[in-house]
């Protein structure tokens, strides 16, 4: 059975904010839960929030005053936070005759349950996810363009190596992140016991693009990975040409040594 929240109050503010590598929900004991599969929790005087382990959090109904001391409680439990948090904010209203959906940058319900809540809370999340990650692999791509030019030159050096395994690594933890623990494309949990909101649940999806924009993150991590793996094989394989040279160097000199010991014998 769904609950109401918001009763008394048809539009409402919700905004969503990627905070960091994680949030420690095993640490929430003591805060009021509103239901789980996401986490939900109250927040201000009569606001609630939902909570997502990989490091999201989605407020909704509070006053700017409630938000801050909200997410000065949670800053503790927050790993590796965001010096500059991806934020998305929407209003949510009650629309009791139209279909549920979002227009004109509205999202429309028919209710505040707290089952379409967590729904809203999952989309809005997964959003602000991509977003932080659309941006940062925005800079790598563009930093990832020098490295495939120095394809022409020969001066490429061990910095550029070292920098090139940086963003292997950065590539391979965005895509540990994205597909291993936000499951952007998986849908939640919460369908399979309320499976009457999968239709709102698809909506919104669609709306926000989650699929299209995932997919085209693969797409850009893959590129990433091969340009720059490309690179760092093309580099290592002109190191080994060097050394055969120094090898070749060394014995020729090494003839020549034995062939003037022999002249100053002879």
């Known amino acids: 059975m769904q609950k109401n929240l918001f009763n008394n109050r048809d539009t409402l503010r919700a905004s969503a904010l990627f905070l960091g590598e994680e949030i ?3 640490t929430l004991d003591h805060w009021n839960c ?5 986490l939900m929790v109250t927040a201000g005087e009569h606001g609630c929030a939902v909570l997502l382990g990989y490091g999201a959090v989605v ?14 409680k949670l800053s503790p439990i927050v790993n590796d ?3 500059d948090p991806e934020t998305e904010d929407v209003e949510v209203q009650i629309n009791l005759t139209g279909s549920e959906r979002v227009k004109d940058g509205r999202i429309f319900l028919h209710e505040f349950s707290i089952e379409r809540l967590q729904i809203v809370a999952d989309i809005l999340a997964k959003s602000v996810v991509l977003s932080h990650y659309e941006t940062s692999l925005a800079t790598v791509f563009d930093q990832i363009e020098p490295f495939a030019a120095s394809l022409q030159r020969e001066n490429r050096s061990r910095r550029q190596s070292r920098e090139l ?3 292997l690594g950065t590539t391979l933890l965005v895509q540990h992140k994205i597909v291993g623990r ?3 494309i998986d849908k939640p949990e919460l369908l399979w016991e309320s499976p009457q909101l999968e239709h709102l649940y698809q909506r919104l999806e669609d709306e926000y693009e ?3 924009r995932h997919s085209a993150l693969e797409r850009k991590l893959d ?7 490309t690179v760092l094989e093309f580099m290592q394989h002109s190191s080994s040409l060097r050394v055969e040279w120094y090898v070749v160097v060394l014995i020729v000199v090494e003839i020549l040594l034995s062939a003037y010991d022999i002249v100053l014998r002879s």
């Open 81 to 83: 936070s965001f010096s």
């Open 223 to 229: 590129l990433i990975s091969q340009t720059a793996q």
């Open 210 to 212: 989650i699929r299209e």
């Open 34 to 38: 509103l239901a789980t599969l996401p």
């Open 24 to 26: 420690k929900l095993q």
């Open 59 to 72: 407020l909704f109904g509070l006053e700017p005053g409630e938000k801050v001391g909200f997410l000065t």
């Open 182 to 184: 936000v499951e952007i």
């Open 165 to 167: 395994l940086r963003q």
